[in-house]
Every structure is written in C-alpha cells, then in structure tokens.
C-alpha cells in the first residue's frame, strides 16, 4: 500500500515539522535565559503542565485520525469525513473546558503541584500560565486537524502551517523580548497569537473539495455518538496514557525543584535537547499510525506487520546519526544559554545520558506502540505506559533521587529504566497476534 517514496513523502514533513516544534521551546528557553535564571525556571514549571495539556489534545487527534485512516484504508471517504467531525466537535468542547479550568484556578495549580518554590520563579510561572493557557483551544484544534492530513497521508500541509506558527513565534519572541525588554510575557504572547493564526488556517484548508477527508460546514457538524466512542476508544486510553506519563514527568518535576534552581534550569535545558534527540523516531511514530492505520482498515495485517519493522529500522538509523551529532557538538550547543559553571555541568550529564539511551531503546518504547494504537490495541499499551511510568519512573526517581542522593541525575536514570520495561512489553506484544485481532470499525 505504501512505496518507500510514499514513506518518505509522508515521514520528512513530519521530520521537519517535529524539528520547527522544538526550535521553537528552545527559542522561547534560550531568549527568556537572557532575563534571568528565575524565569528561565517558571516558564519550565509551566511548560510540564502544558505539555501534559496538548498531549491530552494530541491523544484525542490520534484517535479521530486512526478512525479516519481504518476508514480511508478501506475505501469509505464518507465515513472518513463524518468521523473528522466528531473529532473537530470533541475537540473544541474540550480543550474549551480545560482552558477555563486554568484560567479559574491556574495559580492555584502551580502553587499545588510545585509547593513551595521561589516567589520569583513562582511569579514568572504564574504571568506565563495565564497567557498560555488562552491558546489551548486553538493547539488542539491544530493537532486535530494535523492528525486528519496525517490519515490522509499527507504531512506537508500541517509542515507548513507549523512553519508559519514558529516563524511568528520566534519573531514574536525576539521582538517583545530583546525589543521591549519583556520578560516571560515576551516569550507567552506569541505563543498564544501564532497558535491562533496557524490553527485558524489549518481548519480553512479543511474546506477544499479536491482532498480525501473535508469540513462541508462550521457550523453543521452533528453529533454522532457511535462515532464519537471510536474516536474515543483509541483516544481516551491514549489520553489516559499520555495524561499521566505527563503527570508523573511534573511529579518527577517537583522533586527536581528539591535540588534548587540550578538543577531545575538544567533540567529545563537538558530537556530542549532532550526533544530534539528523538525528532525523527518521534515523526516516524507519527508516520506509523497513518501507515499500520490505513493498513489494518483494508485488513492488510501482514502488510502493517512489515512496515511497522521498516519504519522502526528508519528510526533507529535517524536516531543514532543524530544523536551521535548532538553529543559530539553538547559543549557548542549549551554555550547557546547563559549558564552558571554548576548549571552547566549537571546539563551535560543529563544530556549524555539522554542521548545514549535514545539510540539504546527510545524508538521501541515510544515510536513501536503508535502500530498498536493504529490496530486498536491502545487499552494495552496505556496499562503498560502507566504501570512502568508509575514503578519506574516516579518510584526510581525517588530511590535514585534522595534514597542514592544522585538529584536530579538520578530522576534521568530513573526515566531510562522506564524506558527499558516498556519496550520489553511492547516487542513481546509485536510478536504476537493478540494486537492484530481488535476490530475498530465495521467489516
């Protein structure tokens, strides 16, 4: 169903629009690191939270587009449309109640989660949460309709909508930052305008005739709730999934804030590059729910078997060239910050370990389960993920943390036994048939 320039075609977009979204966080991180080490640390607190934010939005996109593309996969174009939007209706009903909550209670929250940390680098969190969340609604109507073109096997679209939005973001940033000498509200307000803009465009281009899956009417989207429960039963668990990995990284993250603000901007930056060293596994995990999706639709289960393994193989290969670069030029890149001699130190461990163990097993814990997920088999992947982030990653970080009094290095070493139990799971899991059996939608 897919030649390798089909692949290519569908996973470099992907690969390019993964590399925009990182340089972006490092942009916002690296700009903010000229005010001060306090806000450089508040906007870091608040991007744990809003990443577990958008991963709930982005689970939910994952679920409409795997529905979508079984559909596509089979030949049903209409079916393909309707289950769009249920998933466009589900999106912004949600993603509109969580933006309230924050708005409500956001300060709250930050003081809840984190305890007691620095006025000032409370005070930054709290000014960039409040900005930020306002643009909750729009970053998830963006994934959804990311995901939508994705099923349809096309990323080039999403690429360059996510081209523009970082492109706004980065000026936006330079602009109030270095311009106006804006502080964290400097790095938050473009957030908050680009998503709007971008998100805006993506949906317009629903509207076009000539594509595969298509928005007739805003305002008509009907409520279906047949669909709406396939579109969940891949999502929710998903959501569940990425929900409370997300959790347990802003647990991890308040015991970070233990070992005082040179640890926690290490971390933040540890973490930037963190997300650059997994790009291309990350965008070929994108890739690999279109492909096994669309397979499975047309009940080509050996086909969504082999290409699982291909693109795997794709992954590990762009892993390992890649994050051999990042290691040999770590000293060049974090010279890029404005580091105190202790922060830089402990980002450098962290890095190296991050790096190693990307090549080791990332791809099989994180890039494998998105074939499950494209089968239908997210309910066992979620109970896998959270049983081993709650173990492994949350237990250990304590263990290695404090019991071994390794800090925050011990929190990273914790996240690679994580990481090692997934895959355990997930390949025994791939070799069997169980995954290949759970039906999604109707013959």
């Known amino acids: ?22 340089l972006v966080g490092m942009s916002d991180i690296v700009m903010v690191s000229s005010v001060s080490e306090a806000a450089v640390s508040g906007v870091s607190l608040v991007d744990s939270i809003s990443v577990l934010i958008i991963n709930i939005f982005a689970a939910l996109a994952t679920g409409g587009a795997v529905v979508a593309a079984q ?5 049903d174009e209409q079916k393909a449309c309707f289950s769009a939007k249920q998933l466009i209706l589900c999106t912004v009903v949600i993603s509109a109640v969580i933006m309230t909550v924050f708005l409500v209670a956001g300060s709250q929250l930050i003081t809840l989660i984190f305890g007691h940390v620095e006025m000032e680098v409370l005070q930054s969190a709290r000014i960039y949460l409040l900005i930020t969340s306002l643009s909750y609604p729009f970053i998830a109507l963006y994934n959804s309709c990311a995901a939508l073109y994705r099923a349809m096997g096309n990323s080039r679209i999403s690429m360059f909508t996510s081209l523009i939005m970082n492109a706004l973001n980065i000026v936006g940033n330079a602009i109030l930052i270095y311009g106006f000498g ?3 509200e400097g790095a938050a307000i473009p957030t908050l305008l680009s998503r709007m803009v971008c998100a805006l465009m993506i949906v317009v281009t629903l509207r076009h005739r000539q594509t595969q899956i298509r928005l007739d009417s805003y305002f008509h989207l009907g409520l279906d709730f047949t669909m709406i429960r396939r579109i969940l039963q891949i999502g929710v668990p998903n959501g569940l999934e990425n929900g409370m990995f997300q959790i347990g990284k802003i647990l991890v993250q308040s015991l970070v804030s233990l070992f005082g603000t040179a640890s926690i901007a290490a971390n933040a930056v540890a973490n930037n590059f963190a997300q650059m060293e997994i790009i291309p596994a990350a ?8 492909v096994v999706g669309q397979c499975m639709g047309a009940g080509k289960v050996e086909e ?55 090549m080791v097993c ?24 959270i049983a081993s982030m709650w173990i492994c990653r949350i237990g250990l970080s304590y263990v290695f943390a404090l019991g071994l009094r390794l800090g925050v290095v011990g929190v990273w070493l914790a996240m690679v036994c994580d990481w090692f139990v997934r895959s355990l799971f997930f390949v025994i899991r791939f070799c069997g048939n169980r995954w290949t059996r759970r039906r999604l939608i109707e013959s």
């Open 1 to 22: 169903m897919f030649t390798n320039q089909k692949l290519k075609q569908l996973i470099i977009p992907l690969v390019i629009e993964q590399i925009l979204s990182v």
């Open 71 to 75: 559909y596509l996969g089979k030949g």
């Open 182 to 184: 804006m502080g964290v």
């Open 283 to 290: 965008a070929i995990g994108l890739g690999m729910v279109t």
């Open 304 to 358: 969504a078997r082999a290409y699982t393994k291909k693109l795997l193989k794709w992954a590990y290969v762009c892993s390992v060239v890649l994050n051999v670069a990042i290691l040999l030029g770590s000293d060049l890149l974090l010279m890029l910050y404005n580091l105190s001699p202790e922060t830089l130190q402990i980002a450098k461990t962290l890095l190296f370990i991050h790096g190693v163990f990307v």
């Open 362 to 385: 990332w791809p099989l814990s994180f890039t494998l389960p998105n074939a499950l997920r494209a089968a239908n088999d997210a309910r066992f992947t979620m109970t896998v993920s």
